[in-house]
């Protein structure tokens, strides 16, 4: 079955522990993507990455980072995290076709807590 | 900057009734694409519609239409005869090349039955 996982889907942490949550798809896809969902300010992107090796930033980048060493994976990691990235993450990926991206298919979701 | 606006924070509709979800955008491209995505209660992102800018035609699926106007940057999105199962956040996204993917900030629909 296509489709993309993460893990894990829930984490309660506290303030400077670093974590990774992982970012898997089996649909050989090019483009993977973070995103950050909060209330009232919809999906706000993290950070991208149009092939392996690619990656660049979103609109709010800051506290994260990515890698791309394998075309499936994309974990994101916050090396120090804050009660201000408390939130709903969503990884997605897709063809990332030459023109725009094709659909994104989005992850299950991972909700953070830092306390 | 790329910009989504989605003006209706939260609707509320008796079952049966149709519904417009609206979305305006901003962008300097001439080339970008639109889409909507649903969440459902249940939390997870489905994939409604992608429009090529280029491409006015409006589109109909089903109980959904779709309404693309470039010369006021909207991309509205209808639901005739709504049913309770279309209870969701809708989030309408702006992409360009993958490069600034923005969504707007949804809105919650309600159906009531």
């Known amino acids: 079955e296509a489709q993309v996982t993460q893990n894990p889907r829930y984490l309660i942490t506290v303030t400077g522990k670093k974590l990774t949550v992982t970012c898997s798809q089996n649909?050989?896809?090019?483009?993977m993507s973070w995103y950050r969902q909060d209330p009232g300010l919809g999906l706000r992107q993290i950070y991208y990455s149009m092939n392996v090796e690619v990656t660049d930033k979103g609109d709010v980048p800051e506290g994260y980072k990515v890698s791309r060493k394998e075309k499936r994976n994309f974990p994101l990691i916050l090396e120090s995290p804050s009660p201000n990235q408390t939130s709903l993450y969503f990884c997605?990926?897709?063809?990332?076709?030459?023109?725009?991206?094709?659909?994104?298919?989005f992850g299950p979701g991972t909700r953070l807590t830092v306390l | 900057a790329q910009k989504v606006t989605q003006a209706q924070t939260e609707i509320s509709v008796v079952e049966k009734e149709d519904v417009t979800l609206d979305c305006v955008y901003e962008?300097?491209?001439?080339?970008?694409?639109l889409f909507w995505y649903k969440q459902p209660p249940s939390g997870e992102l489905v994939f409604l519609i992608r429009r090529n800018s280029f491409d006015e035609q409006n589109e109909i699926s089903g109980r959904y239409s779709w309404n693309f106007q470039k010369s006021t940057s909207s991309f509205n999105f209808t639901i005739t005869a709504s049913q309770v199962v279309d209870s969701a956040v809708y989030f309408c996204a702006l992409d360009n090349y993958g490069q600034n993917f923005v969504f707007g900030p949804g809105t919650r629909l309600s159906v009531l039955p």
């Open positions: 649909m050989n896809h090019e483009y």
């Open positions: 962008t300097r491209d001439t080339t970008y694409y």
């Open positions: 997605a990926s897709s063809l990332g076709l030459g023109q725009g991206i094709d659909t994104q298919y």
